[in-house]
């Protein structure tokens, strides 16, 4: 018999014999296996669970691989205020970050959870305001004011939906095996997201074009003239219908994720008495080493992905000549990632998350110098391309599967602080966002100064290398930063099961109080 077994039954004895006298009836401590299988997921749950990330990446893979090129072509910005916009709108979004998810760890309890009030008040907003970013207003004064309210208005709304969504992995399930599970699910249809991203916004675009074949005869400038303007036109209702389909699947995804998902109540737990300021909270938690490690490491190798995805589609359309095949090459980018989570996920719980993370980014590194040391190729261009998606799978998997072996971590050295798991997840995100904001704005800004002019099919050579720079030299020495970073990263496998072994006793021995003391 285990000692925890025996110690229940001896408890539930004891406290029999105690009240008899009472003729109160006694119920049984439940067992710690019996305990345990109360606490698995079933596959419709953690399906439900994955849907909910579904609208953030979405949204997300279309921002990030057409919002530039949809300012610079569509709208016809100039390079600096479109850096601008670029810059603020996801400074801003880091900023609203922590400030949410301070607001979320100090929000109530009510009839439907903790986090889902935020994702269901949040939904209607996020959805009108991305619709707006993908309108172009009909006056050309005030459009970068435009652009830039309802840009940040969106990340303010899609954070108040993801923010608490992301924290909702520490209160769908108390076992860190069925949170692993829930998480590869939640990764797998993410990166079926950004596909699902890619695709709508990439073939509705891709079937019209702002760039019309050159006339023969040279007298036809007013007919040329005339089809760039309907051409125009045309460009500007694909990128606002595809906003559109984007929009209702995003109102799907967050009903499926309300409806089939029931956050579990910490039973139990007691929340900081006093609560922690947001000073406080900051502070707690930056001062966890492995989450600064984590974070400062993730920060380097994400920036350089950001920075490969927010310059990819201006790459392929003007540096590799394949303006009719862009969208495609993006699609086959984000096929490749989908089909190779789950075995990144198998990876990982074979050979450790530390082993899957150095193999999976890395991989990328010898394709992100080949596809900028050869002379242009189509085949070989989808050849880089589905090799690249084997490392974006690991980009998306790794940071969300490791993060909540970082908040254990913090809750096994210490005990008495609970309820700031949303702030662990805001600050990942803000000092990400942050970053990337900053690379975005600076690579639209070197475009300007390369020469980039809007609206034209054809750019200066000097656009052309400074594409090749930002998708290349400049990733890869972000990606190797990281990766120096994440090896000093103290939690292994070992610590990892160390650390889920403490705190599911924890757990068993407040299952127990609670129960004991319900019953009596």
Not at 153 to 182: G, N, W
Not at 203 to 224: L, Y
Not at 394 to 410: N, T
Request: charged residues 15%.
């Amino acid at each position: 018999m285990a000692r925890g077994e025996g110690a229940e039954q001896y408890t539930a004895t004891l406290l029999a014999a105690t009240v008899k006298p009472m003729k109160t009836e006694i119920k049984a401590v439940k067992p710690k296996e019996q305990r345990r299988d109360t606490q698995k997921l079933s596959v419709w749950s953690k399906l439900c669970y994955a849907f909910g990330g579904a609208p953030y990446q979405i949204t997300g893979s279309a921002l990030g691989f057409f919002l530039q090129i949809y300012l610079l072509d569509v709208a016809q910005l100039d390079p600096f205020y479109a850096s601008i916009i670029l810059f603020v709108g996801r400074a801003w979004d880091a900023i609203t970050d922590p400030t949410v998810g301070f607001l979320v760890s100090r929000s109530k309890w009510t009839g439907i959870g903790r986090m889902m009030p935020w994702v269901l008040c949040s939904t209607p907003f996020a959805v009108l305001t991305y619709l707006l970013i993908w309108y172009v207003p009909p006056f050309e004064e005030g459009k970068v004011i435009w652009y830039l309210v309802f840009y940040c208005l969106f990340q303010s709304m899609q954070t108040c939906f993801h923010v608490p969504y992301s924290a909702l992995t520490m209160f769908i399930s108390s076992d860190q095996k069925e949170r692993d599970s829930a998480t590869a699910y939640r990764m797998t249809v993410e990166v079926l997201g950004t596909v699902l991203g890619t695709a709508i916004q990439g073939q509705i675009v891709g079937g019209v074009s702002s760039c019309p074949t050159e006339p023969e005869n040279s007298n036809s400038t007013n007919i040329t003239i005339n089809t760039t303007i309907v051409s125009l036109e045309d460009t500007k209702r694909a990128y606002l219908l595809a906003s559109g389909v984007i929009c209702i699947i995003y109102i799907i995804c967050a009903a499926v994720l309300f409806f089939g998902v029931k956050e579990q109540k910490e039973s139990g737990r007691k929340t900081s008495t006093p609560p922690l300021t947001f000073r406080q909270g900051l502070w707690v938690i930056m001062s966890h080493g492995p989450y600064v490690k984590l974070v400062i490491g993730f920060l380097f190798t994400s920036l350089g992905f950001m920075l490969l995805e927010g310059n990819f589609a201006l790459f392929i359309t003007h540096a590799l000549g394949h303006r009719n095949d862009f969208q495609n090459i993006l699609l086959v980018i984000m096929l490749s990632g989908t089909l190779t989570i789950p075995w990144w996920q198998w990876f990982l719980t074979r050979f450790g998350k530390k082993t899957a993370t150095y193999c999976g980014i890395l991989w990328a590194v010898p394709f992100m110098i080949l596809i900028v040391s050869i002379q242009s190729h189509l085949v070989i261009s989808y050849l880089v391309s589905v090799a690249a998606g084997v490392s974006v799978a690991a980009a998306f998997l790794l940071p969300w599967s490791m993060l909540p072996d970082v908040v254990d971590d913090f809750k096994v050295q210490n005990p008495d602080v609970h309820g700031h798991e949303a702030l662990f997840y805001s600050f990942y995100v803000f000092f990400i966002k942050f970053a990337s904001g900053l690379s975005l704005g600076i690579s639209t800004l070197s475009l300007k100064f390369a020469g980039y002019v809007t609206g034209e099919c054809s750019q200066p050579e000097a656009v052309s290398l400074t594409l090749k720079v930002l998708v290349s030299p400049v990733p890869i020495v972000l990606i190797v930063i990281g990766i120096l970073v994440i090896m000093t990263y103290p939690i292994n496998e070992e610590r990892r099961k160390g650390n889920r072994k403490l705190l599911e006793d924890l757990l068993d021995s407040e299952s127990e109080t609670s129960e004991l003391g319900s019953s009596v």
